[in-house]
């Protein structure tokens, strides 16, 4: 793990107040230490009581993990899981999660985090664990994914067309859609509680099996 001299400091993931004060504890007035350092552009204040080292200082850390620690319990999911598994051709510059919490959008130095409510049965169900760097950060997996999506759309009723809601709408890969695992989408629709979600498993299972 790289750290900055002198601070110790670790460059590849976020910590919090506590951990930087305890690495400043050299100092007579710590507190006046970070705020020099935030002047200095040394750390990053992502929010409140969470700072990352900052890339003028060789900071490194995945916006995904980013996005986990500063609203949870959360996991990425909606279009930037679609982008990340390769679902969806745009980059997303803005970092979408789902939680069991309330709605909630954050602009931080380190980009837009936006979080979706799910049930505690939905949050807790198809979520993988990603190592990268050494450490571990929460993602749904592509099938998660689309069916949070689905779940996040109002209005949609469960006899529309989900072909054209998949390809014009949602602009999905049909390669790649096509290549999902119909009983874990089935599996994973149980716990939406959504007629929506409920009536895409069934046509996906029904076009794809």
Known sequence: MKFIINQNLPKDIPFDYQYLVSKLDSYKYPRDKISLMLKNHEIIRVKKGLYIVSEDYDGNVDKNLIANLIYGPSYVSLDSALSYWGLIPERVIQISSVTN?????????????????????????????????????????????????????????????????????????????????????????????????????????????
């Open 101 to 209: 919490r309330k709605n909630k959008e954050f602009d931080t130095p380190k980009g837009n985090y936006s979080y979706r409510y799910q049930n505690n049965a939905v949050v807790s169900v198809g979520v993988e664990r990603i190592k990268a760097k050494g450490y571990f950060f929460l993602i749904a997996s592509k099938e998660k994914a689309l069916l949070d999506k689905i779940a996040t759309t109002k209005k949609l009723e469960p006899q529309l067309d989900f072909r054209s809601l998949i390809e014009e709408d949602f602009r999905i890969d049909m390669d790649e859609f096509e290549d999902m695992d119909s009983e874990k989408i089935n599996n994973l629709s149980k716990y939406y509680r959504k007629r929506s979600v409920i009536g895409f498993a069934s046509w996906y299972k029904k076009e794809y099996s």
